[in-house]
């Protein structure tokens, strides 16, 4: 089984992955770091030399390869769910879980990070602030179709939240989600 970690920049994917991996006795991937560490150079790097399809590319590859792992957490890039066929992988290898918090929130979390502008690259060529606005309206409703549980994370501890997708986690089967999925669609 492997358990994948979705959301948008900002929301703790990369902070949540090790705890929770760590509690489970299984690996940590971050896809980003692991797609940075093979180019050597930043996602920003790679989108400003290459383009975002070649970095989605090298994304849908990356992914493809720890899906066909066990007992793996994945913090995975905010936009993988772009790609059918990884949102494919993810639910067939075991529970997805959207991290989300409110737009603000997120804006606010990214201003304060200082790796933002070094690492993270424009994914539109509005504003920073217009940018997130514009980018989650398009993603949220894919967070929300691929995802087994959503967890929100404003105004809480991280490690109540590695807790709270523990909780989860035991017991999951395949089968729980196609419960979920009928009587919540």
């Known amino acids: 089984m492997i358990v994948s970690l979705i959301g948008y920049r900002g929301c703790g994917k990369s902070s949540l992955a090790?705890?929770?991996?760590?509690?489970?006795?299984w690996q940590a991937v971050d896809s980003d770091r692991l797609i940075e560490e093979q180019a050597g150079c930043t996602i920003a790097d790679i989108f400003n030399?290459?383009?975002e399809a070649e970095f989605r590319k090298r994304e849908a590859e990356i992914l493809e390869q720890l899906y066909a792992e066990d007992q793996v957490v994945i913090a995975t890039g905010g936009g993988a769910i772009l790609n059918?066929?990884?949102c494919e992988l993810m639910r067939q290898s075991g529970p997805v879980f959207w991290l989300s918090a409110?737009?603000?929130?997120?804006?606010?979390?990214?201003?304060?990070?200082?790796?933002?502008?070094?690492?993270?690259?424009a994914l539109t060529d509005l504003k920073f602030e217009e940018e997130i606005r514009t980018?989650?309206?398009?993603?949220?409703?894919v967070y929300q179709a691929v995802s087994d549980f959503e967890v929100l994370t404003m105004n809480r501890e991280i490690t109540?939240?590695?807790?709270?997708i523990l909780q989860q986690i035991q017991g999951w089967t395949p089968k729980m989600?196609?419960?979920?999925?009928?009587?919540?669609?």
């Open 177 to 185: 989600r196609t419960a979920v999925k009928e009587h919540t669609s």
């Open 102 to 121: 409110p737009t603000e929130e997120l804006i606010r979390r990214l201003t304060q990070d200082s790796s933002t502008t070094n690492t993270r690259p």
């Open 49 to 51: 030399d290459h383009g």
């Open 160 to 164: 109540d939240l590695a807790e709270e």
């Open 135 to 141: 980018v989650l309206k398009r993603r949220i409703p």
């Open 84 to 86: 059918s066929q990884t």
């Open 18 to 25: 090790p705890l929770i991996a760590d509690r489970l006795n």
